[in-house]
């Protein structure tokens, strides 16, 4: 035996062996967040007192929705994660309305965001610092496939729970989502499909109490971030903008 597994076996020992779960989770990723780090890095005390004060407002809204579902959230530079092992459309219910106040604050204060919702069986632990399982490759992947700010349902959540609960969901939408034109997603969803299921981000703005509206986004704050960003960014601004105003004025 050698050296190495000699090491490996004598650590192994002392391990409990770890409870592999099915969760619900969504992955989001900051965009620029390094060119925001690198021209803005004498703020970075009021960037984390910023993620400080959403993580408390989501506290806040979690004791007013009082469901009674445990949600867990981890950030690590530019990757925000939120879970639920309430595996169940009411977890998936849950994840949405949280994950849609996530975006919406976080377009509010300059910070546009994409990813992904996916659900299988996954470790995570936030004592041990461990994240592992196939659904947080599927949302990483399939979060980069898009051409725009928003969320894509991935075919595991989309299985998992069926077309006829999605359909039902206060958060999720079918849409025309744009995908880059050689993303691993548009390549097995085929030309023929033209609409995924979504996070109803929008809608978000008719879900929470009143004093939540000022930190929510709203259409001049997606215009000021397309202003302000790189030209070929830009084009990714006006798909979330024609997006925003179609689900505002829905319903």
């Known amino acids: 035996m050698s050296s190495k597994n000699k090491c490996i076996n004598a650590y192994s020992d002392n391990v409990t062996l770890p409870v592999i779960g099915k969760s619900h989770l969504l992955l989001l990723d900051i965009l620029g967040y ?75 204060v300059g910070l546009p965001v994409r990813g992904a919702i996916a659900s299988g069986d996954i470790y995570l632990s936030k004592e041990e610092m461990i994240f592992q399982g196939p659904p947080i490759i599927e949302a990483h992947e399939e979060g980069e496939s898009q051409a725009w700010m928003g969320v894509v349902i991935t075919k595991s ?43 109803d981000w929008p809608q978000i703005n008719k879900k929470v109490p009143k004093w939540c509206i000022k930190h929510l986004c ?27 105003n179609c689900r505002i004025m829905a319903n």
């Not at 994840?95 to 377009?107: E, M, N, P, V």
């Not at 006006?238 to 925003?244: E, I, L, N, S």
Request: with cysteine; charged share 25%; glycine share 2%.
């Open 34 to 108: 390094s060119r925001w780090m690198k021209n803005e890095k004498d703020l970075l005390v009021d960037k984390v007192i910023l993620l400080k004060k959403l993580m408390a407002t989501l506290n806040v809204l979690e004791k007013e929705r009082s469901k009674n579902i445990p949600l867990y959230s981890h950030f690590y530079a530019d990757n925000i994660l939120l879970w639920t092992e309430d595996y169940s459309f009411q977890g998936v219910e849950y994840i949405s309305f949280y994950g849609s106040f996530l975006i919406s604050f976080l377009l509010h």
């Open 157 to 199: 959540t989309e299985s998992e729970l069926g077309a006829n609960c999605l359909d039902s969901s206060e958060y999720i939408v079918k849409y025309d989502i744009p995908f880059k034109r050689n993303s691993v997603l548009r390549r097995c969803l085929g030309p023929e499909i033209k609409c995924c299921y979504t996070l």
């Open 218 to 244: 709203a259409l001049e704050d997606i215009n000021y971030l397309k202003n302000n960003a790189p030209r070929n960014a830009k084009k990714y601004y006006d798909r979330m903008c024609k997006f925003y």
